[in-house]
């Protein structure tokens, strides 16, 4: 069994840099795209940003591009989300999910391609 967990969320004001970390334990011999998604009250859960197994790639959605980085310590089993110059609209509960896959550079940017998830850490950011 696998389990994906979050940490770092909390409240911070608008501007501020914020760190998520997810930890991946269990069978972390497969080979797992990471991703974080964020579900915002009232509305669907969306992706944020990915990243490949190997590290090598990552893919963001237009409104992380430039103020979120996703990396990964695969040493570690560990995947941050480094979220700067944070808005109001960013609140959200953050969820990191993990993805088996067998090719090194693939990004998964889809809900239905990951396999585990986290149980969502809360980010708010206030005016």
């Known amino acids: 069994q696998v389990q994906v967990g979050e940490s770092g969320g909390g409240l911070v004001q608008a501007g501020e840099p914020l760190r998520l970390s997810c930890a991946v334990s269990?069978?972390?011999?497969?080979?797992?795209?990471m991703g974080w998604f964020r579900q915002a009250p009232g509305k669907e859960r969306e992706f944020v940003a990915g990243i490949s197994w190997s590290g090598e790639k990552t893919y963001y959605e237009d409104f992380a591009k430039g103020r979120f980085t996703i990396s990964r310590d695969n040493g570690e089993n560990t995947v941050y989300l480094q979220m700067n110059t944070l808005k109001p609209e960013d609140t959200a509960v953050y969820y990191c999910a993990a993805g088996e896959t067998g090719v090194a550079s693939w990004i998964m940017t889809t809900m239905g391609e990951y396999d585990y998830w986290g149980q969502g850490t809360q980010v708010t950011v206030s005016s």
């Open positions: 269990g069978r972390t011999s497969s080979n797992y795209a």
